[in-house]
């Protein structure tokens, strides 16, 4: 009997292209800039701009699944070249015609870039766990480089990354980490896939270690006690060095990525007082263009400039928010991150995985202050690692002659709850 394929068994070579750009070539690109041109401020939408444009192309010019639109590949090259020339003559015209609308569209980054995962995988198909933990290894051998790099060049533990964000770099190498987790049986007698190399998963956990980020640190803890592999001593040992590490970061130096944490702290306890003040507003969220009515106290201007880049004067705006769900709440209401966190359950539960219940413990944990899918190296990482980890993997059809019993011998005894995913105190 023929099985049902799932999107694991539709891929191309590309299907690996958006973490090759997001675990290598933007920390790259980022080290390029700050030795050429530490002044410029590029756009961190540009690379995947850049992506979803040849994806357009690559889809027009080799469909998927053989369909061919009908057309020989000289009529798609000339769409192709179609399409370019009406973004540039006309791409200006587009963003003025849209120009009041941009900060709603803004606030609907996350959207846009889950969007761009599904279409994605519907063009090129799903990248594998192999791929997270290769590109992750990679990534964590930057962030461990990079921090003795720094370490030598400034003869101190450096807070501020060459390669990135140290928030941002952490969280993709969470995302690797959980797709290294040990594998589980699942519901009908699927298994997760046991992909990847010890070597690979060594460099994930030793990078998230050299990225010295508390929210990163905290999720790894979590993840990795909860439903890392080895024995228990190993897993606590592991998560007491990452909380260890937490603990040393507060004797680093002052820099200004501190002053983006107290901001941080700062903007919880505002956003709290704006909500007792107006409890409607916790439910409607605050008008989108406009800056905030926060109140800044004495001494929070030299925080605030070092922070954002921008004076006390003009406002706090939205994108200045640092954190995620707090953002969230802020633009659209507490039913936003409510509807996202239960229709996140809901999948989980349909489909429990070790890799989508990491995924989702660090997703909480890295959203209290940092953009998460704000940022876009981050949302589509997350996007595709939450589509594998939600997707049934390919069931290998059994080709040898069993009795008329086989198919119920066949069916594994369910797993004992607390010892499947060892949820007892460590």
């Known amino acids: 009997m023929a099985h049902k394929q799932g999107i694991l068994d539709k891929t191309s070579k590309l299907a690996a292209t958006p973490l090759a750009v997001a675990y290598v070539a933007v920390p790259l690109l980022v080290v390029l800039v700050n030795f050429t041109n530490p002044s410029s401020e590029a756009s961190p939408m540009l690379p995947w701009l850049l992506l979803a444009g040849l994806g357009v192309i690559g889809a027009i010019l080799h469909p998927t699944q053989g369909k061919t639109f009908g057309k020989p590949l000289l009529y798609r090259v000339a769409l192709s070249l179609l399409l370019i020339m009406t973004l540039v003559l006309y791409g200006p015209g587009i963003a003025k015609t849209i120009e009041p609308g941009l900060p709603y569209l803004v606030e609907s980054t996350p959207l846009i870039l889950l969007l761009f995962c599904g279409l ?3 063009t090129f198909g799903m990248p594998d766990r192999t791929d997270f933990q290769r590109y992750g290894a990679l990534l964590g051998a930057l962030c461990t480089i990079d921090l003795v790099a720094e370490a030598v060049v400034y003869q101190a533990v450096p807070t501020i990354r060459w390669i990135g964000n140290a928030d941002i770099l952490a969280g993709l190498l969470l995302v690797s980490l959980c797709a290294s987790l040990k594998p589980g049986a699942n519901d009908g007698g699927v298994h997760e896939p046991d992909q990847g190399r010890p070597l690979w998963r060594l ?3 030793i990078g998230i270690l050299a990225c010295l980020s508390r929210t990163g640190l905290f999720a790894a803890a979590w993840v990795f006690g909860c439903f890392g592999r080895g024995r228990k001593r190993v897993r606590l040992a592991y998560s007491m060095l990452c909380l260890g590490l937490i603990a040393f970061t507060f004797f680093l130096p002052t820099t200004a990525s501190d002053s983006i944490r107290y901001i941080d ?3 919880w306890l505002e956003s709290a007082r704006l909500f007792a003040e107006n ?8 008008p989108v263009p406009i800056a905030l009515p926060v109140a800044f106290p004495v001494g929070m201007s030299p925080i605030w400039e070092a922070a ?14 640092p954190s995620f769900w707090l953002r969230l709440v802020l633009a659209w209401g507490i039913g936003a991150p409510l509807a996202f966190m239960i229709t996140l359950f809901i999948l989980l539960f349909r489909h429990l995985t070790r890799m989508g219940a990491g995924l989702v413990a660090a997703l909480f944990a890295l959203g209290m202050n940092t953009p998460l899918l704000f940022d876009p190296s981050m949302a589509v990482i997350l996007g595709l690692g939450f589509v594998l980890a939600l997707s049934d993997p390919p069931r290998k059809p059994n080709i040898k002659i069993q009795s008329p019993n086989a198919k119920e011998d066949a069916i594994p005894p369910a797993p004992d709850p607390v010892e499947e995913w060892d949820l007892r105190p460590l």
């Open 120 to 122: 994605w995988i519907g």
């Open 203 to 205: 460099l994930i956990m």
């Open 265 to 267: 702290y700062w903007l």
């Open 279 to 286: 409890p409607m507003l916790l439910f409607s969220g605050f």
């Open 308 to 321: 954002t880049g921008t004076p006390t004067m003009m406002g706090a705006y939205l994108p200045q928010i």
